[in-house]
């Protein structure tokens, strides 16, 4: 009988390891989704991001099974009227604190595929530059803010 040999399997925990740790240095909290009317297509996501790490990292992508498009958007005030401009991308500081919240920076689902109702959950992919892949989910409640 031919031996296997131990490195696949040690490379294989190593990377694993390094993926958990890159991830671990991003730290997402309070993550929430407001709650659609029937046959809206459109909704928004909101949750507040911390870069643990020593260095700069970038959010660069946004997905979910439950929208054809995700984005981060920032409300902007041009002559005295709110727009909303999408971002491509969203530079996330050392040890900064980023509020992802209605009125400023926040995150859009487009072409909904069914409405976002209260008690459920919004699979949310956030891909970022260095720390890889972070994936959640995010309760969709009713909330004042």
């Known amino acids: 009988m031919r031996k296997r040999s131990p490195y696949p399997m040690c ?3 190593l990377l694993a390891s390094v993926a958990l740790h890159a991830a671990s240095l991003i730290q997402l909290t309070d993550p929430w ?10 909704g928004a996501v909101y949750f507040t991001l911390v870069n643990t790490s020593a ?10 099974p439950l929208a054809d498009k995700v984005e981060i958007h920032q409300t902007v005030s041009e ?8 971002l491509s991308s969203l530079e996330c500081p050392p ?3 980023l509020k992802i919240s209605p009125g400023g920076l926040h995150v859009m689902l487009l072409g ?3 409405p976002l109702v209260v008690g459920d959950q919004v699979p949310l992919s956030l891909n970022f530059r260095d720390a890889g892949m972070l ?3 995010v309760p969709v409640q009713a909330r004042e803010e």
């Open 112 to 114: 909904l595929k069914a």
């Open 11 to 13: 490379l294989a925990l």
């Open 33 to 42: 989704a407001r709650p659609t009317p029937p046959g809206t297509r459109v």
């Open 135 to 137: 994936s959640l989910k």
């Open 95 to 97: 040890g900064k604190v």
């Open 55 to 64: 260095v700069a990292d970038r959010l660069i992508g946004l997905s979910s």
């Open 79 to 86: 002559g005295g009227i709110m727009s909303m401009r999408a």
